[in-house]
C-alpha cells in the first residue's frame, strides 16, 4: 500500500486564501502537495509561502478554463486526489449581469472542475483509489440577493458531484463536497471592486446594504486553515462524508433552512437587503 508522499493532490487556486492553506496543509500531512496558479509571479508567492513554514509544495501553471492545459496537467501529475477550490465571488443582481459574465463564472467554477474530474477519473481507476473534493459553499444549499450567478455555480456544483459521487463509487473513488460559511478569503476584498463596477444600478442600495453587513460580520469570520483541515480530513479518512460543512454560521444556516418557510424567508431577506 502506498504512503501519503506517494500519493499526489492538486489543489487549484493555491495562490491565496483557502488554496494556498490547503496546499500547506496537505504538505504536513505528508502529501505529494501541488497547488496550481495562473502565473509565475503567483508561484513564487506560493513558494516562498512554503519555504516560511518549512513546507515542499510544488506548483503547475494552469487556467482552468484552458481546457488543452487542464488535460496536459493531469496526464503530467497523474494525481490521486483534486482538490477543486479555484473560483471567485461576484457581486451583481442578476439583471446587472451580462451573459458573458454569466458564462464566464460557470465555466470557471462548474465546468472546469467537473472537468478535471473527469480527465483524472482514469488514472484514478488504474489505480484503484482516488479522491475528489469540490470546494462548494453554504451558497450550495441556499440562496440570497446579488450573488445569483456565484450562488447557481456552487448549486449546480452540488448536483454535478452528487452524480459523479454515485457513478463512481464502484471503482473506489470518493467524491466530497465541502461547504465552507463565512471565511476571510480574497473573494470578500473584490467586493468594492464588483460593486463599483454596477455604479447607478437600480439595486444600489442593496449593494451599499450588502457592503456594510459584511464589513460587520468580518471580524467574525474563520481563518482559512479551518477549510483546509477539513479537506484534509476527507483526504485522509478511510470513509469520508459526503459533505462537509465548515463553520458554524454554515452548519447554522443548514440546520435551520428546512424550518423556515420561504415566504417568511424571502420577506426577512428583502427587508434586510433593501428590496
Known sequence: ?????????????A????GLATVMHLARLGFRSVGSVRSEAKATEVAEAAASAGSSVDTVLLDVTDAG?????IEQLRPWAVVNNAGYGGIGA???????????QLETMVVAPMRLARL????????GEGRVVNVSSIYGLTTTPF??????????LEAASDALRLEVARDGIK???VEPGGFKTGIWTEL????????????????????????????????????????????????????????????????????????????????????
Not at 495562490?15 to 483557502?18: E, K, R
Not at 450573488?147 to 449546480?156: D, E, P, V
Request: glycine letters at 8%; charged letters at 25%; proline letters at 4%.
Open 1 to 13: 500500500m502506498t504512503g501519503r508522499h506517494d500519493r499526489t493532490v492538486l489543489t487549484t487556486g
Open 15 to 18: 495562490n491565496s486564501g483557502i
Open 69 to 73: 492545459r487542464c488535460a496536459a496537467v
Open 94 to 104: 442578476i439583471e446587472d449581469v451580462t451573459d458573458e459574465e454569466a458564462r464566464k
Open 120 to 127: 483524472a477519473l482514469p488514472h484514478m481507476r488504474a489505480a
Open 147 to 156: 450573488s445569483g450567478w456565484y450562488q447557481a455555480c456552487k448549486h449546480a
Open 175 to 177: 467524491v466530497v463536497l
Open 192 to 275: 468594492n471592486e464588483d460593486i463599483a463596477r454596477h455604479a447607478r444600478s437600480n439595486y444600489e442600495v442593496g449593494y451599499q446594504r450588502t457592503r456594510s453587513l459584511l464589513k460587520l460580520f468580518m471580524g467574525l469570520m474563520g481563518e482559512p486553515e479551518g477549510v483546509a483541515k477539513t479537506i484534509g480530513n476527507a483526504l485522509t479518512s478511510r470513509s469520508p462524508r459526503a459533505r462537509y460543512l465548515v463553520g458554524p454560521d454554515a452548519r447554522a444556516v443548514a440546520a435551520a433552512q428546512p424550518f423556515i418557510p420561504t415566504r417568511l424567508r424571502d420577506r426577512i431577506t428583502r427587508v434586510v437587503a433593501g428590496l
